[in-house]
Structures are given as structure tokens and as C-alpha cells.
């Protein structure tokens, strides 16, 4: 009775732990298959996502980077691991131990450090960003893995075996070839897998190190966060499956080797494979070069992820026989630090208050309006704004504000009307997102209560803290990121602040929401292109800005991000079209409560940034 | 007759320690030979700077004449038989033994052949698929000797080869290495620190301590004329009275003067005696010079050891007889028994 109590709840132990492992593996798959762009509701079987992979020119190149890195970084890294802990065994023990030590220093050290430090290196160096770096640097970080896993294995060996060999004729070499590496591959393997599996799913060092529009799947992925898009569980799937069919094989390979016809067929193929290997190793490099060589004409463009057509790009690389160089990221403080870090690009896309810092810190060019004729085209309201004024630096691409996306279903009209403070109404308790962002979220408190949202006043900032505080004691709000679109499309909660961009594109998918921006005032935004001091080849940079601002770019552009064009023409086309009757793409333009984003001295954004820690911490 | 290997006062020093002082040593074609010593004593060192992993520091190496100190390991006419076999664990029997005919790229047909050749000579027939860590450790030195000796070298050189076998068979390989390097006809260097092994197998015996050759000659030699105090001490046991030898032929300790056979000593020259436990007679106290009381008797099995406590020390004698304890008893030996030996300084 009690064995069989004991098998039962070992059994259902295992089943939980498999259920925790496998489980969001699973959920991913089922997902790739799934009709339509939400996580959470399946609405049917489709191939639409692979599809749509195949099709992303900028997956796949990054398919492509994040396997062939791997594929090269494993390679040398385990020869030059193994060659290093081979040598290892041999010194002195001092020697010895300190450089196991230091081995271990990259592999405990947080990513971010030992990517700091490369791409310091690669800069100081003035080596050029990109592919190689890339590889380079994964080589760096995935060497100590090979020497950790092989060094013990010689460790095991008879310190004479090397003798031995050698004994028998055998010369260094072969000695090496022909039995300390034989008896080391377990070793070497495991190495190897770690190194790959380092390699191929590495972020933060990648996104350090790279440049030059070299981006790998991480990379990708993480700088999509606005619109988790589909496309990248199609992808999982695919790899999942390598793996498993990897794993597989791995484990059948030594029963496979010991049949006969195996053999066999192992003898006749060996110069058949290594020419394979050799012409797949020729492509390779080939690819490498091209990579590497550089075009005279190109532009550098630096965008957040997932804010563009992809297919302008190709149009405008087109139109100008040019070739652009296109990098994403994640937030204007990472563009910031990449930036700062003398990654060099010719037109950069931040949003306003990063403007007016890089502008401060005299790191764009003014442009010269004459040089843009399709500047007449957009909307007035939207230039010589606080943060740029007379658009010396910047011209605007996107714009919007923030509001309360609200599920009509459930928020009655008159609770809006007490604009901010519906945030705080009891009835809604545990039924609210908030953006976790600090500057975001004392804009609503400082917006409710009738301030300036760039106060300085400590005084009006100790009230918003108050505010958020009583807010988060009366109807506990859940802080979210950008997860918030899809939660929203799921229809998840009654209320959550969205910018308007994403809310045009929520409500495209739900319904049952609406947009509010209430009275009281709101954050506006633009989002402008800027050009470097940096930039070399600025008639492109012009072309570029100009390029955009064409009334059919410009729609295409918005139609497919979701946000609010500057450009007169395609606002009005989109506004009438696509989203008509979206109250979250036409943000209003009229309420003289609506501010700017302004530049922040340091010593308020600390003080904000402290008040917001003890918000989320109470 | 010309030496096969000749070392000419080689020296070496790891860690600004010297481990070997100088070593002078001719080896010859066919021969067996044993370098014998106490451990770290610099017989592994020896070794391995005639089959080429470690160099010499000082000094001349010759095969043939040729001086080869600096050839590698890989390039010498020598294969060596380690202590702890070194076997290729990721190779079955026959492809550890195939090693170095594979290595010179041999053909196929050939490797076969010498293999099975081999196997035989060591007693493994049969055993070629088998995995070499499954073999027990007399199989596994078999395979290690096969695998040098599929070489053909001049020399073999073994590092105590039979060290990690059981007392029994010790006994067996010792008679069976004897009867392979009869059947080969090459020469055996062979090492090890059991003077037993080394007086039975070898055609010259080469007694080492501390980075010196104390003697080299043939296992009567040196076990029956030890050149100085450590060899006596070390090959077998034996009584070791200082004395003086009052002239040739005659020499004198413990009060007493006994006829010899050793000569050329200076007159009244401070020596040291060899007398060897199984030489000594006991017999009855008023027979001989030295008297002495029985102290203890062990059986050892062949023979009693009984130590005899007289006026200036205990006297080590190995006999048939019994003898009781608290007897008092005569020590008798003939000129022949005592060998006289320089002191050491
Ligand atoms: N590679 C080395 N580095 C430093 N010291 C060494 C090295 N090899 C040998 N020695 C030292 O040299 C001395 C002689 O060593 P060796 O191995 O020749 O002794 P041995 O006579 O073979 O002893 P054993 O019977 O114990 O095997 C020892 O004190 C040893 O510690
Ligand atoms: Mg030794």
C-alpha cells in the first residue's frame, strides 16, 4: 500500500517536473500553427507563420548569421580549447592553476561585462563591427567552456600515453591525432555542445559586438518586443525540432556505427564528405568576404525594432542603387549606450527627449531644410516642438500620445470621465495595467493632478508619488511591459495605459476596446530622424529622410506599424482607411495640456527613479 | 666487443636538484640488463632519457656509436614497456599492438600477420577484438610487451613491468620475459627496485643510489663481492664489521685476526668485512674465535635466522639447525666467506 502510495507520487513528481520543462515548449509549437497573431487565443490551424518566415528576408539572413557564427565560433573554439588545455597539463602547477583560474573568470562573469569589454576592445582597435567581431567574440566566450570540459579528461590520462605513442613512432602529431584525441572526445564533445549552444543563443555580447547590420536571431527577437510577432514561434519550432532530431541522432550514432552496412558505407565515403565539408567551408568563407567587403555607397540606419516596412528599405536601396545597413533597438537608453560607445551610424531614429539630448551633447548635424522638398509635407502642428525647436536636428517619423485603452464591455462612460483618476476608481481593483516605466507613469500622476509632466518641483513630484501609491493601495494595478499588447488583444483586463500607436493596432484586432486620452493632458510624442556628426555620406542621409516623408512611403509605413504618420497626405489616407474609426490613430491634436517629453536633468531622474522603486516596493 | 648503448657520464637535474651525478654504462647486444635500486634512486630517469622523453643535461648517449641525445623518441631503435602498461584504452588488443606497424603505414596483410605472431609469443591468442580494459593486469603487460616488440627494436627497455602484480605472477612473467628475450634475442634494459627479480633474470646487474652506479657485474658479483657497504647491504642481508687489514690475506676485527683471500689493500688500511648470513657455522663455543649468546630464532620457512649477540654486536646467521635461546655458541667461517671492502667514505 505504501510502495505503491510512493511509486504513484514519484511518478506524478516526474510528470510535474516534465510538465515545467516541456510545457512552454510545447505551447510555443502549438502556437507557430496558430491562425491568427495572439498568444493567447487559438483560433485555428494555419501555416501562415512559416510562411511568413520563409518570406522575412531579415529572419532568415539572421538564421543564417546565428548558425553560421555557431558553426565557426564551435569549430575554433574547440581546437583552440582543447590545443590550450592539452598545453595546460603540460606546465608548470602554478602556471597551471592560475590559468584555470582565469579561465573561469569569463565564464562566471555576468555577459554584460565581457561584452563591455570586447566591444571596448573592437573599438579602441578601430576594428570595424560586425560579422567578424561577432564571431570573434563568441570564439572569446566559448573557449573557456571547451577547456573547462576538456581539461579534466586529460587530467585522467596516464601521463605516458603521449610517451607511448611517440614510442611506437609515432611523431607529436600523430601522437595528438591519433590517441589523446581519441581518448579525450568525450570531453571535446561536450565542450563542443556547450560551446555551440552558448554560441547560438547568445544575446547580450552579440548585441554589443555587432555592427554593420549583422544581427543574429537573438538579436531579432528581443528587439521586437512592441509586437511579439508570430513568426519567431514558427522559428522555435524548426529549432526545437534540429534539436531533437540532433539528440536523436547523437544517441542512435554508436548502434548505428557498430552495424555492418555502416561500416561499409563509412569506408567508401570519407574523400566524398571531406570535399563536401570543403566546398560547404568555401561557401562559407566566400560569404565571409562578402560580408566584408564594403560598398562605397551606403547608408547606416538605426531604428527600433519592429518600426518600418521592411519592403522601403529594399525600395530605397533600389531607387538610389545604394545599400543600406539597417540595426534595431531595443529602447532610446540602449541606442544611447551603443551610440556613446562609437558605434558610428548616419541616421538614427530616437524619440524626443533623446533628441534634445544627443542634440545637447552636439552629436547630430543641423539639417539644412533646403536640401528636403518633401518637408512641406508634414502637418505644422507637429514641427518646432519644445524639445527641437525649428527643427534644427530632427524631422519627425512617427507621433502619438499615451492613453487608457479601455474594454467597452466592462469601463462605463462615466467612470471616464474623471480622466486619470479612473485609474484609481475601486471598481476596477486588480483590473488594470500600468506601463512599467517610471517617466510614463509619473506623467499620469502628474497629469491628474493638473502639473507640468516635466516638473522639477519636488514638492509636485513627492505629490505624484503619493498618487501612484494610493493608486497601487486602491486598486492594485499589475506593472507590464510591452506584453501588454498581446494581453490586451486577449482581452485580459479592463483597463491598461497603451501608446496610441499600439492601441490603433489592439483595437484592429479587438473589438470590444476604445481609446481615451483624458482632459486633464497627456505625453505627446514624436519619434524623429536625425543625422549624425558621424554621417559620411549625408546626400543619402537627405535622400533617406526625404524618402519617408513621400505620401505613399509614408501611408505604407503607418499602415503596417500601426502609428501615426506626420506626413498630412498618408495620416489622413490611413485615418480614413485602414483605421478607420480608430479613435487611437488620430491622436488629438488641439488640448493645451499635452506636452512633450522634455530632456531630464540627472539629479530629477534619480530623484523619480527612487520615488518609483518604493511605488513598485510597497 | 662494441657497446650497443653507451651512456657517458650523463648527468640530469629537475628542480636545481641533481638526480643523476654521472652515470657511466655500457650495454651490450643480447644482453639483459638491470638497473636496480632504491626508489628515486634515478633508474626511471635513466630510462627515459635512453628511449628519448626526457634529455640529458650533460653527457654523451651512443647507439651504435652514434651520439643520439637529441633525437626524438619517435626516430630511436628503442620501445619501452611502461610501468603501468599505457595501453590505448580506445583501441582493442590487436589495434594496440598493430600501433606502430600502422603508424609506418604497413600493409594490411602484414600487420595481420606480425600481430598474430605476437599475440602468440605473449600467450593472448584468441584475444584480438577483446577490449584492453577488460583484460586483467598480467594480460594487459603481455599486451604492452607484444606492442613494443611487434617493432622489432634493438633494445627494450621495461620500467618495472612487473609492479603491479600479485607475488605469484611476479614468479610466472619473471620466467616468461626471461624466455620471450631469449626467443627475440635483444637486448632487455629492465628496472626495478626488487633485488630478487633482478639477481635472477639478469646477465649483468647495475646497482644504483642517488644518482650513482655503485657496481655493475654479473648477480654473483655483486651479491657475492659487493664493492661497498649499500651494495652489500642492499643485495641480500648481511653482518658488516669494520676491521683492518693487517696485511694480504689476513685482516682483523673484533678483537681477532682471520686468514683471508683479498688482497691489495694497503698494510693496516681501515676496511669493512662482508660476512653473509648463510656463511656463518654455529658451532660449539669452544670451536671457534668469536662466542656469543643466542638472542632470538625465527623460522623463515628454508632455513632459522638466529641472531647471536657477542662482545661488540649481533651477528645475523641463516641455518637449518636449532639453536636455543641463551646457548652459548661458537660463529665459524672459512677464509672464503669473508670479503673484504673498501670503506666507504
Ligand atoms: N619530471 C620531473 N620533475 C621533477 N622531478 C622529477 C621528475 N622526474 C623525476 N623526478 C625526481 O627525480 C628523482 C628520481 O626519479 P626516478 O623516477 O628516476 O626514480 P626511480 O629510481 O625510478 O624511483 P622508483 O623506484 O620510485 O620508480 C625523484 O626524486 C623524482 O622526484
Ligand atoms: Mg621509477
Given amino acids: 500500500m505504501l510502495k505503491k502510495l510512493a511509486r504513484i507520487s514519484s511518478g506524478l513528481y516526474v510528470a510535474l517536473c516534465f ?140 601521463n605516458n600515453i603521449a610517451n607511448a605513442a611517440m614510442d611506437l613512432g609515432a611523431t607529436p602529431f600523430q601522437a595528438l591525432v591519433k590517441v589523446i584525441v581519441p581518448m579525450i572526445k568525450p570531453g571535446i564533445y561536450a565542450g563542443m555542445l556547450l560551446a555551440f549552444t552558448m554560441s547560438i543563443d547568445d544575446f547580450v555580447i552579440s548585441y554589443f559586438v555587432s555592427g554593420n547590420g549583422v544581427e543574429n536571431i537573438s538579436m531579432i527577437v528581443y528587439n521586437a518586443t512592441k509586437r511579439i510577432n508570430p513568426t519567431i514561434n514558427a522559428l522555435s519550432t524548426i529549432v526545437i525540432l534540429a534539436i ?57 540606419v538605426y531604428n527600433a525594432g519592429e518600426y518600418i516596412d521592411d519592403s522601403l528599405v529594399t525600395a530605397f536601396e533600389e531607387e538610389y542603387g545604394c545599400k543600406v545597413i539597417y540595426e ?64 534644427k536636428y530632427s524631422i519627425p517619423y512617427f507621433w502619438g500620445n499615451v492613453g487608457i485603452l479601455y474594454d467597452k464591455t466592462v469601463v462605463k462612460t462615466e467612470d471616464l470621465e474623471a480622466g486619470w483618476e479612473v485609474l484609481r476608481n475601486p471598481a476596477y481593483k486588480d483590473n488594470i495595467y500600468m506601463y512599467n516605466s517610471e517617466r510614463d507613469s509619473f506623467m499620469i500622476a502628474l497629469k491628474a493632478l493638473g502639473y507640468s509632466l516635466n516638473t522639477s518641483d519636488r514638492a509636485e513630484l513627492d505629490r505624484a508619488y503619493k498618487w501612484l501609491v494610493e493608486q497601487k493601495e486602491r486598486v492594485n494595478p499589475i506593472y507590464m ?31 470590444n476596446l476604445g481609446f481615451y486620452t483624458p482632459q486633464s493632458g497627456t505625453n505627446l510624442w514624436i519619434d524623429g530622424m536625425v543625422i549624425t556628426n558621424e554621417c559620411k555620406n549625408d546626400d543619402l542621409a537627405y535622400k533617406w529622410i526625404d524618402f519617408m516623408l513621400e505620401p505613399q512611403n509614408a501611408s505604407l509605413n503607418s499602415e503596417t506599424v500601426g502609428y501615426s504618420s506626420p506626413v498630412e497626405e498618408a495620416y489622413k489616407e490611413i485615418s480614413m482607411t485602414v483605421y478607420a474609426d480608430n479613435e487611437a490613430y488620430v491622436p488629438r491634436q488641439d488640448n493645451q495640456n499635452d506636452e512633450f517629453f522634455r530632456y531630464q536633468e540627472p539629479e530629477i531622474k534619480r530623484y523619480c527613479a527612487e520615488l518609483w522603486t518604493k511605488v513598485k516596493s510597497q | 666487443m662494441n657497446a650497443l648503448i653507451e651512456l657517458k657520464n650523463i648527468t640530469k637535474t629537475f628542480d636545481d636538484q641533481q638526480i643523476l651525478k654521472g652515470i657511466n654504462l655500457k650495454i651490450y647486444e643480447n644482453e639483459f640488463l638491470t638497473l636496480l635500486g632504491p626508489s628515486g634512486c634515478g633508474k626511471t630517469t635513466t630510462l627515459r632519457i635512453i628511449a628519448g622523453f626526457d634529455e640529458s643535461d650533460g653527457g654523451e648517449l651512443l647507439f651504435d656509436g652514434i651520439e643520439i641525445s637529441k633525437q626524438p623518441p619517435y626516430k630511436r631503435e628503442v620501445n619501452t614497456v611502461f610501468q603501468k602498461y599505457a595501453l590505448f584504452p580506445h583501441l582493442n588488443v590487436f589495434d594496440n599492438i598493430a600501433f606502430g606497424l600502422n603508424i609506418k603505414k604497413t600493409e594490411k596483410s602484414v600487420v595481420k600477420q606480425e600481430v598474430e605472431k605476437m599475440l602468440k609469443l605473449v600467450g593472448l591468442s584468441g584475444f584480438e577484438k577483446r577490449d584492453v580494459t577488460s583484460l586483467s593486469g598480467g594480460q594487459q603487460q603481455r599486451v604492452a610487451i607484444a606492442r613494443a616488440l611487434i617493432n622489432k627494436p634493438k633494445v627494450l627497455l621495461l620500467d618495472e613491468p612487473l609492479g603491479a602484480l600479485d607475488a605469484k605472477l611476479r614468479k610466472e612473467m619473471q620466467f616468461e620475459l626471461k624466455k620471450i628475450q631469449k626467443e627475440v634475442g635483444i637486448t632487455f634494459i629492465y628496472v626495478t627496485h626488487d633485488q630478487e627479480e633482478a639477481l635472477s633474470m639478469s646477465d649483468t646487474v647495475v646497482v644504483m643510489n642517488d644518482g650513482y652506479i655503485q657496481q655493475i657485474g654479473t648477480p654473483t658479483d655483486v651479491y657475492n663481492e659487493p664493492e661497498n657497504r649499500f651494495v652489500a647491504q642492499f643485495i641480500g642481508e648481511s653482518n658488516i664489521i669494520e676491521g683492518t687489514m693487517i696485511r694480504d690475506c689476513l685482516v682483523a676485527f673484533d678483537d681477532f685476526e682471520f686468514e683471508c683471500v683479498d688482497k691489495g689493500f694497503k698494510e693496516n688500511e681501515e676496511i669493512e668485512v662482508v660476512l653473509r648470513p648463510e656463511d656463518i657455522d654455529i658451532v660449539a663455543a669452544d670451536k671457534a674465535k668469536l662466542t656469543g649468546t643466542v638472542t632470538s630464532i625465527v623460522f623463515k620457512g628454508v632455513h632459522y635466522e638466529i641472531m647471536v649477540q657477542s662482545k661488540y654486536r649481533q651477528y645475523m646467521i641463516h641455518t637449518t639447525d636449532y639453536h636455543e635461546v641463551g646457548l652459548e655458541v661458537g660463529l665459524a667461517f672459512g677464509p672464503e666467506d669473508i670479503h673484504v671492502m673498501w670503506k666507504m667514505v
Avoid at chain 1, 522638398?373 to 525649428?390: H, T, V, Y
Fill in chain 1, 244 to 300: 531533437v532530431f540532433a539528440v536523436v541522432v547523437v544517441k542512435l550514432a554508436p548502434k548505428v556505427r557498430s552495424t555492418s552496412w555502416f561500416c561499409a558505407l563509412n569506408e567508401k565515403i570519407p574523400k566524398k564528405t571531406r570535399r563536401v565539408f570543403e566546398a560547404v567551408c568555401g561557401v562559407l568563407i566566400f560569404v565571409i568576404l562578402l560580408r566584408c567587403g564594403g560598398d562605397a555607397k551606403t547608408l547606416k
Fill in chain 1, 19 to 158: 510538465a515545467f520543462f516541456y510545457v512552454p515548449i510545447i505551447i510555443t509549437m502549438i502556437f507557430s500553427f496558430n491562425s491568427s497573431r495572439s498568444f493567447a487565443k487559438y483560433t485555428g490551424f494555419s501555416l501562415r507563420w512559416y510562411q511568413a518566415l520563409i518570406n522575412d528576408s531579415e529572419i532568415m539572413a539572421a538564421v543564417g548569421v546565428s548558425v553560421s557564427v555557431a558553426l565557426f565560433a564551435t569549430a575554433i573554439s574547440t581546437v583552440l580549447g582543447t590545443i590550450t588545455a592539452i598545453g595546460l597539463s603540460k606546465s608548470r602547477r602554478i602556471l597551471k592553476e592560475w590559468i584555470l583560474n582565469i579561465n573561469n573568470i569569463p565564464i562566471m562573469n555576468p555577459d554584460i561585462v565581457t561584452a563591455i569589454g570586447l566591444m571596448i576592445l573592437f573599438t579602441s582597435l578601430k576594428i570595424e563591427k560586425g560579422y567578424i567581431t561577432m564571431l570573434l567574440a563568441h570564439i572569446c566566450f566559448c573557449t573557456p567552456y571547451v577547456i573547462t570540459s576538456v581539461y579534466p579528461k586529460i587530467r585522467e590520462l596516464d
Fill in chain 1, 481 to 511: 511591459g510591452d506584453e501588454v499588447i498581446d494581453s490586451m488583444i486577449a482581452g485580459n483586463k479592463a483597463m491598461a495605459i497603451v501608446y496610441s500607436g499600439d492601441a490603433a493596432y489592439i483595437m484592429s484586432e479587438n473589438e
Fill in chain 1, 328 to 391: 534595431t533597438f531595443d529602447s532610446n537608453e540602449s541606442m544611447y549606450t551603443k551610440v556613446m560607445s562609437g558605434e558610428k551610424y548616419d541616421i538614427i531614429i530616437p524619440s524626443d527627449y533623446m533628441i534634445e539630448r544627443l542634440a545637447k551633447e552636439k552629436f547630430l548635424q543641423e539639417i539644412d531644410k533646403d536640401r528636403l522638398k518633401n518637408l512641406g509635407n508634414i502637418m505644422p502642428r507637429l514641427m518646432n516642438q519644445p524639445f527641437d525647436p525649428e527643427n
